[in-house]
């Protein structure tokens, strides 16, 4: 429990600077190398050092992956995702159970089970920054082109005009209110 909340804290606080996919993609990375770092623990404190990582890492990247996940999908499904997700890490629990039952070597179901993350920082590189956090941070450039992309990709290239004028307007509007 001790490193969730220690990551939950260091990568709330870095993803607000550097951004949520930043932090996301390292959190993956630092979970599949950290969790492959256990595997080869040559020892205890090694091994108890490594564990405390890996968690940090846990949490950076179920914050970060929430956040964005809520705000790339439409409001009508963000609480079908929710929930899905929750089923899926529900679901991977008697996977473990299976996985452990079949690799009866500590170190080889450590690896099993870190090995998937380095699947996930990879597909990470295509997802999209978050484009409120680009709009707080002022790279409304970057964020048009962002919402641009996720507006061709939902097929809604047409029915709005985005422009960088409008995103400023639409800024402006929210930070008075």
């Not at 529900?90 to 170190?107: H, K, N, S, V």
């Not at 992309?149 to 402006?172: C, D, I, P, Q, Y």
């Amino acid at each position: 429990a001790l490193p969730i909340c220690v990551g939950a804290f260091v990568s709330g606080s870095l993803a607000d600077r550097f951004g949520r996919r930043t932090i996301l993609l390292w959190s993956f990375l630092q979970v599949a190398g950290m969790g492959t770092g256990v595997a080869f623990a040559p020892n205890l404190v090694a091994y108890c050092i490594l564990r405390f990582l890996t968690g940090m890492g846990i949490s950076g990247f179920i914050l970060n992956d929430l956040s964005l996940s809520q705000e790339w999908i439409p409001s009508k499904f963000r609480a079908m995702v929710v929930t899905s997700s929750a089923y899926i890490v529900t679901f991977g629990q008697p996977i473990l159970a299976g996985m452990a039952y079949w690799l009866r070597e500590w170190r080889w179901l450590q690896l099993a089970s870190s090995a998937p993350f380095f699947i996930f920082f990879l597909y990470t590189w295509w997802l999209p920054e978050s484009a409120r956090w680009l709009i707080v941070n002022n790279k409304m450039d970057t964020a048009l082109k962002q919402l641009k992309r996720v507006s061709n990709f939902n097929g809604k290239n047409k029915e709005h005009a985005l422009s960088l004028e409008m995103l400023k307007l639409e800024t402006l509007k929210d930070r008075k209110s």
